[in-house]
């Protein structure tokens, strides 16, 4: 339990580890993703009705794909917290996030201050988190927002475990969006939707869009 209580899973070693980084030289920030998302942030955005928010944190942001894209569309200051050394060097090297602000940790424990920022959001991030400690991870992305939280995962209308890359225990869908109304009854939906592989290439992602209220 004290191991946990330091995010010391065996999902966090796995990312931590050779898998992460070779998930990261394998992930391309290429125009073709660039494009893509800024279709995806410009929808989630509308939601926020011009009130964008000026410091974005992305929890486990890889190379940054969503950073990227939210460079071309917005002024906001970003943060980025990530686990994985090979990351967290290309959003630096890429001038993705400054030096200050890549921050190396985990969803569990955000070494950062309640309401640091006005968006904390997670995209294929929660789906590789151990349930048992999805509601401290959420807990934490609820307490460094000051206003914003997104959610961008795989939908599964009951909680499954899915095989992941010929590896167990390192996938779990469920309805996030549910489960984020059900810890924090205070948040209001703003709007949410579904990025259809088919029209945009993305991975069948479903996301959500609250307000601290
Ligand atoms: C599938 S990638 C998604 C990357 C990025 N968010 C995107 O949408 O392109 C998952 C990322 O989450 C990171 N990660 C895994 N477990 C985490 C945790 N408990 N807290 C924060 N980040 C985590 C991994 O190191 C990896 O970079």
């Known amino acids: 339990m004290s191991d946990k209580q330091a995010g010391n899973t065996e999902q966090l070693d796995f990312w931590r580890g050779e898998f992460g980084s070779t998930y990261t030289e394998r992930n391309a920030a ?29 929890v486990g942001a890889n190379l940054g794909n969503n950073l990227r894209a939210l460079s071309t569309m917005c002024s906001a200051t970003f943060h980025a917290l990530e686990p994985n050394p090979t990351a967290r060097e290309r959003l630096v090297d890429d001038q993705v996030v400054a030096p200050e602000r890549v921050l ?18 997670t995209s294929g991030v929660l789906i590789h988190i151990h349930p048992d ?8 992305i609820y307490r460094v927002s000051s206003r914003y939280i997104v959610c961008i995962e795989y939908f599964s209308d009951k909680p499954e475990v899915i095989p992941y890359r010929g590896h167990t225990d390192k996938l779990f869908k469920r309805d996030f969006g549910g489960f984020w109304m059900d ?29 601290k209220r």
């Open 30 to 58: 290429d125009a073709w993703q660039l494009q893509a998302r800024v279709r995806l942030w410009s929808r989630i955005m509308r939601a926020m009705d011009g009130r964008s928010p000026q410091s974005i944190l992305e």
């Open 104 to 121: 190396d940790g985990f969803a569990s424990e955000i070494p950062l201050d309640d309401g640091a920022v006005e968006l904390a959001f």
């Open 133 to 140: 400690d999805l509601a401290a991870s959420c807990g934490e």
């Open 183 to 211: 810890q924090h009854p205070d948040l209001q939906l703003l709007d949410y939707g579904f990025a259809w592989k088919r029209m945009t290439g993305l991975d069948n992602l479903t996301w959500w869009v609250f307000e």
